[in-house]
DNA sequence: ACCTGAACACCGTTCAAGT
DNA sequence: ACCTGAACACCGTTCAAGT
């Protein structure tokens, strides 16, 4: 609550230049563009930028950290607008495509999935999270999501079909499709086997 | 068809000596694992790494390629003893579970999935691709498997599923559960909804 | 024919010196 | 208080010199 001490001017402007690189170094490179490369394209030395940003993953974090916001208001959204169930698989394939665009999106969303959790209880990590549970128990209740889910075994899975779309085409054009086979099964619905 | 000419003793030597550390060693580090350190583990030059395994790939194939090999072989003896459906969901646990304890594992059978493929139309990548066509047609045959899914989308499908199981716990404990949930799909099947 | 290891380029990270 | 950039450790890759 309290108020952090204001930054010195210079150390602000680093710090907001650092950042605007970051972003466009991951997209171009993905999660491990070079730090070093960054920093200097941000015209600082590379000290600086381990002073702002003592871990990649404090720099990843953020990066994205506005998108990851964004994708937690666009859940509420959604939900205004769709029904429970296709509210959630829609937030569920702009998390996916946001997940392959943005390269960085992935790695940084990955330990906020994690069991123990404990070292990745960041900031970002809860607003997915959170996001994810209200879509997931609103599913649930209106009956069109298994009941023994949890939000986290669902952004896991939406992890995976990003994962499995992105390496269909190294892009994200089969998530639509894959979302559909996760939510309806890769059993047949109605049981007509035989030829 | 043709025998390749055989390697000399010490060539042939360090051949196998290089394989036998890095096998240890992508299962230690991950695909990742230091290429100088294997070298060095093995008693050679590094330049005799590359000499043998001009890439990081090149190294992962032969590495694994047994354990490919006897997967494949795992597909068509779980055909003899199960019916169709089951021996395709206890194969995919089976790789599943193998890309997770093998961390090179994934990195080598992910190209094998892409789309052109072109580059990637490995060996080891036919042998798994094959193995799951085998499987896909026969449980499609029997009915309990969705006639539009190809073999690549299952096997990109395992593929998420590993990951999505792997970020829970970093093993594999999810995995059976989740193969089931994208067997039977995210929404209930019996329409009950409703309180 | 094959091996060795020095050499080069590159990256992450730290820290003494500067302002 | 913050920044700089040299310094160190590490890794991948190449290649001239050796056997």
Known sequence: MAQVRP?????????????????????????????????????????????HFPTRHALLEAAYLDRIEALAARADALAAELPPGEALLEWLHELGT?????????????PAVTEGGSAAATACGDCVRNAAGRLVRAAQEEGTLRPDVEPMD??????????????????????????????????????????
């Not at 946001?98 to 990955?110: D, K, S, V, W, Y």
């Open 7 to 51: 930054m010195r001017a210079d150390a602000r402007r680093n710090y907001e230049r650092l950042l605007r690189v970051a972003v466009e170094a991951f997209a171009e490179h993905g999660e491990g563009a070079s730090l070093d490369d960054i920093a200097k394209r941000a015209g600082v030395g590379s000290g600086t930028l381990y002073r």
């Open 154 to 195: 669902v952004l896991r899975l939406a992890h995976g079909v990003a994962t499995a779309s992105e390496l269909a085409d190294g892009q994200g054009r089969h998530i639509r499709r894959y979302l559909a086979l996760l939510t309806e099964g890769l059993r047949p619905r109605d049981a007509d086997a035989g030829s």
């Open 98 to 110: 946001g997940m392959i665009r943005m390269r960085g999106l992935r790695a940084l969303l990955g």
